[in-house]
């Protein structure tokens, strides 16, 4: 079986964000970059399929600028084989449609039978990326996954609908699935699986030039209305106070 | 400008959500088409045409050639659908077959422009397709439901039956735990609280307050608390008089269960935190501090 998980490096987004005047993304200077979660539940799931069939091969991709790669290996030592980086130092500018096709144009050829990737980015949020890519390739997809089981000739999951609600959904291979937050526990890579991971193979594609996209990029800002919230700050005696004070007022203690 | 409104059926029951997309094409002033795909017996009202397309209610591959058969006869300005489990898995399918740029979870247009929320709320992006048919899915929520009136001249069609990923049944979270959907006052526990043994700290305050113990949805996939304690789309939707954040950001998906509330406290460090659109308090400050203080001071 070979098996291929998408992943895409994202800024944490505890971070406080800068748009440059004109810009159509923040700055990323100074930001810290992780796994998007999302991906996190792809990975650990296509690892647990890879440890459950030894004659596999789990690849693992990204498109990105070039510091995505760090992404990469933190795969690769939670268990992928070997990795791919279609390096794009402007990925920032591509929408959704433009970096399902170059992930398309790469993979197409190789014949996987299982793909995973995240729902969503954690950044842009679209939930695109995937299904776009199993169209592309002509294969089954199906979206939201947060149970996964390898049947006799195909997949049977588990989607998960609003208010807890899921939908068992069968498809047959090659098949594509994205994946929910808490489809499984994501593992830590241990110090000896880091080190192995040193070793593993990670090659470097470099992107053409971009296509013009289908979604054209006109702006980014600050939410304009930053909602009637009354910030109690100071030490920390003088916050309880304020809020011990602000409950008896409304009554919510004696 | 015409739009073409596909609705969601789940247990054959048409999602009331199609009254939002019905506000939405109102504000643009378009004309509808409806389609709607599933056994259901739920009729939307508005004036316009609407498409029953009989068969089963998930299965991608009929739901799509449906959609480009019905895009081709109609030719449509925008095939519009909620960013929904149903609308984020047929949109991108869609966006293929007919070649469209698709936005999605717009929040708001201006103009042909789209604003959608990125960074977790944090930033808006303003985005322009090109030219011709555009896909969208509409962030839940996001636009005022229509006040429906009228009845369409309906068509009746038949799904085609396609190979492809299919519905096998549906399966319901057990319910057991506790009943968040009465309570009075909750004291809610997002990542923030850093690990499983933290949530004491939340317990306790909790307990000063006669309030119940809710969470943020990364919680519960950590497994450090019973998903009955999850508040957000995926979990229970509450409105209690008082709800206390702590440490939770504000994710749409949890503001959604959430932001009816009556008193809505947030705790948290970052002051940038989009809970602070719908608290009316905003404490900034570490929980590990501020929670054992204030419990304190309560008891
Ligand atoms: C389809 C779908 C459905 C979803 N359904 C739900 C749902 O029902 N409910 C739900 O909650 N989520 C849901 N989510 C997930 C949602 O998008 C967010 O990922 C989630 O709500 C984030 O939870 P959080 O705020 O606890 O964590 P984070 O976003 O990681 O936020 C943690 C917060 O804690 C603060 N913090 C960190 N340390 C401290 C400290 N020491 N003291 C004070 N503050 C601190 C940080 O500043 C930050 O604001 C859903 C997502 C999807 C895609």
Redesign the interface.
């Given at each position: 079986m070979k098996i291929l998980v998408c992943i895409k490096q994202v800024?944490d987004?505890?971070s406080?964000?800068v748009?440059p005047a004109g810009a159509?993304w923040?700055d990323e200077a100074d930001l810290s970059f992780r796994i998007n979660e999302y991906d996190e539940y792809a990975i650990e799931e296509a690892v647990r399929l890879k440890e459950s069939l030894p004659e596999s091969e789990l690849v693992v991709l990204t498109l990105g600028p070039p510091r995505a790669a760090e992404a990469l290996k933190k795969a690769l030592a939670m268990g992928a084989d070997r990795a791919i980086h279609l390096n794009d130092p402007k990925a920032q500018d591509r929408?959704?449609?433009s970096v399902a096709q170059a992930i398309a144009g790469a993979v197409k050829d190789q014949g996987f039978d299982l793909i995973f990737t995240g729902m969503?980015s954690?950044?842009?949020?679209?939930?695109?990326v995937?299904?776009?890519l199993s169209?592309?390739l002509g294969i089954?997809?199906?979206?939201?996954v947060v149970g996964f089981a390898k049947t006799e000739g195909g997949i049977?999951v588990?989607?998960?609908?609003?208010?807890?609600?899921?939908?068992?959904?069968?498809?047959?291979l090659p098949a594509l699935v994205t994946c929910q937050?808490?489809l499984n526990?994501p593992r830590y890579p241990t110090l000896p699986n880091i080190m192995k991971a040193k070793k593993k193979p990670l090659e470097t594609i470099e992107l053409g030039p971009q296509t013009?996209p289908?979604?054209?990029?006109?702006?980014?800002?600050?939410?304009?209305?930053?909602?009637?919230?009354?910030?109690?700050?100071g030490d920390?005696?003088t916050?309880?106070?304020k809020?011990?004070a602000?409950?008896k007022e409304?009554k919510?203690?004696g | 400008m015409k739009a073409m409104l596909i609705g969601e059926v789940?247990g054959a029951k048409l999602n009331p959500s199609f009254a939002e997309l019905l506000g939405f094409a109102g504000r643009l002033g378009a004309e509808v088409v409806g389609l709607v795909m599933g056994d259901t017996s739920d009729r939307p009202s508005f004036a316009g045409k609407l498409v029953l397309a009989a068969g089963p209610e998930?299965a991608?591959q009929a739901h799509k050639a449906m959609v480009q058969e019905l895009v081709a006869a109609e030719k449509p300005d925008l095939v519009v659908l909620v960013?929904?489990?149903?609308g984020?898995?047929l949109?991108?399918?869609l966006?293929?077959?007919l070649s469209?740029?698709?936005?999605?979870?717009v929040k708001e247009v201006t103009d042909g422009?789209y604003q959608?929320?990125?960074?977790?709320?944090?930033?808006?992006?303003?985005?322009?397709?090109?030219p011709g048919l555009t896909i969208l899915t509409l962030q839940a929520g996001a636009f005022a439901p229509a006040q429906e009136s009228g009845s369409p001249t309906v068509e009746n069609k038949t799904l085609p039956s396609l190979?492809?990923?299919?519905?096998?049944?549906?399966?319901?979270?057990p319910k057991t735990g506790v009943d968040l959907s009465k309570a009075e006052?909750i004291v809610s526990v997002g990542r923030g609280i850093g690990k499983k043994e933290n949530i004491e700290l939340a317990r306790k305050l909790a307990a000063?307050?006669k309030a119940e113990l809710g969470s943020s949805?990364?919680v519960?996939?950590?497994?450090w608390i019973d998903?009955s304690h999850q508040v957000g789309?995926?979990?229970t939707?509450v409105a209690p008089?008082?709800y206390l954040a702590c440490g939770i950001?504000g994710a749409v998906q949890h503001l959604a269960g959430m932001k009816k509330s009556e008193?809505i406290?947030?705790v948290n460090k970052?002051?940038?935190a989009?809970i602070?659109?719908?608290?009316?308090?905003?404490?900034?400050?570490d929980l590990m501090?501020?929670l054992p203080?204030?419990t304190e001071?309560?008891q």
């Open positions: 800024a987004l505890e406080r964000f748009v159509t923040f929408d959704s449609f969503q954690q950044d842009r949020g679209s939930g695109q995937g299904l776009l169209e592309l089954n997809g199906v979206s939201c049977q588990e989607r998960e609908l609003d208010g807890g609600l899921r939908a068992e959904v069968a498809l047959g937050l808490g526990q013009a289908r979604v054209k990029a006109q702006g980014l800002s600050l939410p304009p209305k930053r909602g009637a919230a009354e910030f109690i700050e920390n005696a916050k309880v106070a809020l011990v602000i409950l409304k919510l203690v | 789940v998930y991608p960013h929904s489990a149903y984020w898995d949109a991108p399918r966006a293929v077959a469209a740029p698709q936005i999605s979870e422009v959608v929320g990125v960074c977790n709320g944090k930033l808006v992006r303003q985005l322009a397709p090109n190979p492809g990923p299919g519905l096998v049944g549906y399966k319901s979270k006052r000063v307050l949805r990364p519960v996939d950590a497994g998903p789309s995926t979990g939707t008089k008082l950001s008193l406290i947030a970052d002051k940038e989009p602070g659109e719908v608290a009316r308090y905003f404490v900034v400050a501090e501020f203080a204030l001071a309560l």
